[in-house]
């Protein structure tokens, strides 16, 4: 199970915004590989990928995002919140079947 | 341009099947796997099942096995999601995504395919 946390942020543009993932089993794989990803979902479009095995950020993604965290507990990270960046967010662990996404969490724009 | 293609929206009657399908260009279709992921309204993904088109080495989400069939054709560089028979609670947005290995995060969506199941 994966649980994220808050259900919603309401951030001042250039403000920072944090997101917390929490696993229910270690995403961490035999392999030495931790398989969290994160995804944003803009209004009326199909998820993106933004990060992927807990830190590393997709191809074209600003460094404005960051991941970190480690075991069962992740963090997505914004320095500075642009409108665009409305949607929402998910976390997806992919180190076991079923692979699960976390509730999601709604950003908006104050 | 890599991108995955899906077919239109669908509105189908409890007790009808139906395939959706998921057209992969601009890459070596049969090198990545494709997942299918349910979005029922309001609600966060679901992953259904993955596939491999290379071999068709296919695998489910035990909520979803025995009621869809995961497929491709990887001559036409599609893979497929298919109900023998719907119901009312299949109402959803249904998506592609590929992921390079097995347990890759997925880096390229298709656009969604609405389904709408109603007497």
């Known amino acids: 199970v994966m649980t994220q946390t808050p259900l919603s942020l309401s951030v001042t543009p250039g403000q920072p915004a944090s997101i917390s993932c929490k696993s229910s089993?270690?995403?961490?794989?035999?392999?030495?590989?931790?398989?969290l990803s994160w995804y944003l979902q803009k209004p009326g479009q199909s998820p993106q990928l933004l990060i992927f095995?807990?830190?590393s950020r997709f191809s074209g993604v600003p460094d404005r995002f960051s991941g970190s965290g480690s075991g069962t507990d992740f963090t997505l990270k914004i320095s500075r919140v642009e409108a665009e960046d409305v949607g929402v967010y998910y976390c997806?662990?992919?180190?076991?079947?079923?692979?699960?996404f976390g509730g999601g969490t709604k950003v908006e724009i104050k | 341009e890599v991108q995955l293609v899906q077919s239109g929206a669908e509105v189908k009657k409890p007790g009808e099947s139906l395939k959706i399908s998921c057209k992969g260009s601009?890459?070596?279709?049969?090198?990545?796997?494709i997942a299918w992921v349910r979005q029922m309204p309001g609600k966060g993904p679901e992953w259904m099942g993955i596939?491999?088109?290379?071999?068709?080495?296919?695998r489910y989400n035990p909520s979803f096995q025995g009621h869809v069939t995961i497929s491709a054709d990887k001559s036409l560089s599609t893979a497929y999601l298919q109900w023998g028979s719907l119901e009312a609670s299949d109402t959803a947005l249904y998506y592609c995504?590929?992921?390079?290995?097995?347990?890759?995060?997925?880096?390229?969506w298709g656009q969604g395919t609405v389904v709408t199941v109603s007497s």
């Open positions: 995504a590929r992921s390079r290995r097995f347990r890759d995060a997925f880096d390229m």
């Open positions: 601009g890459y070596r279709f049969t090198t990545y796997w």
């Open positions: 596939i491999y088109p290379g071999d068709s080495d296919t």
């Open positions: 089993q270690s995403l961490l794989h035999s392999n030495g590989r931790t398989y």
């Open positions: 095995d807990v830190s």
């Open positions: 997806m662990q992919s180190v076991d079947l079923p692979l699960t």
